[in-house]
């Protein structure tokens, strides 16, 4: 079974990949990391984001364990991390240079101890859309701008960052204009995707509501 979750950041969708990943025994795949991983080494070699030519080639150079490596970096997390993975991400040779490490790991879902599970979860901005778009079940979780930099603020505080919270929502707007408006797979909810507004709803009325419409297609496959 794949399942995607796509939405803006801080809407919820990695608590409700993790806790969904757990009950149906799927590997998760959090496909913002690509991103986040390019646009961190390209800091590291000292190199300009907007270039569409060397952010391509890093992307090209990515894999698995080069994320995961990159991923111990405090910054990787940062909300500089998060609008560094967003300018990358616009660039439409770095989307198509991911896109079969992304969609690969479909084909073969395994835990980080390499052990097989029963499908995958995904989430991130068009993993409904453009990764896996025929997955069984898509979610598209979004929630108001304040609510989300509240979140994300809270987020970062709890890890000792002294950033301010008009700085976590300045960085929010430009970051959910940015995906939504770039030309490359812009952020939007499939067709075929079920939206669901976590400003409104907390994220256990969010978790029953989706195990209910999974539990009912995993009906429908038997
Ligand atoms: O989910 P996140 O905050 O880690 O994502 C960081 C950035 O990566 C986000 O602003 C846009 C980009 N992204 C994307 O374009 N497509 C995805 N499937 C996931 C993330």
């Known amino acids: 079974m794949i399942i995607t979750i796509d939405g803006p950041a801080a809407a919820g969708k990695g608590t409700l990949a993790a806790t969904l990943a757990e009950k149906y025994h799927l590997a998760y795949f959090d496909t913002g990391m690509v991103y986040r991983a ?5 800091r590291q070699k000292g190199l300009d984001r907007q270039d569409e030519a060397q952010a391509e080639a890093i992307a090209r150079n990515l894999t698995f364990p080069k994320m995961i490596e990159l991923s111990k970096d405090p910054e990787f997390r940062s909300s500089e991390g998060g609008v560094a993975a967003s300018i990358v991400s616009a660039h439409p040779k770095v989307r198509a240079a ?8 479909a084909l073969n879902p395994v835990f980080a101890d390499g052990t097989p599970a029963n499908g995958a979860i995904y989430d991130g901005r068009d993993t409904g859309t453009v990764v ?6 898509k979610f598209f979780i979004t929630a108001s701008t304040e609510v989300r930099a509240k979140r994300r603020y809270d987020e970062l505080k709890a890890k000792g960052s002294d950033i301010s919270f008009e700085k976590v929502l300045e960085d929010m707007k430009s970051r959910d204009a940015r995906d939504a408006e770039r030309s490359a797979a812009p952020m939007k909810p499939a067709e075929d995707a079920v939206i669901f507004d976590t400003s ?5 009325e969010v978790v029953a509501k989706t195990e209910e419409i ?5 009906k429908k496959q038997l």
């Open 38 to 42: 390019v646009g961190l080494e390209m």
């Open 98 to 105: 991911l896109l079969k490490m992304q969609q690969d790991f």
């Open 132 to 137: 896996c778009p025929a997955a069984d079940v």
């Open 200 to 204: 409104a709803l907390n994220i256990q």
């Open 214 to 218: 999974i539990g009912n297609k995993l």
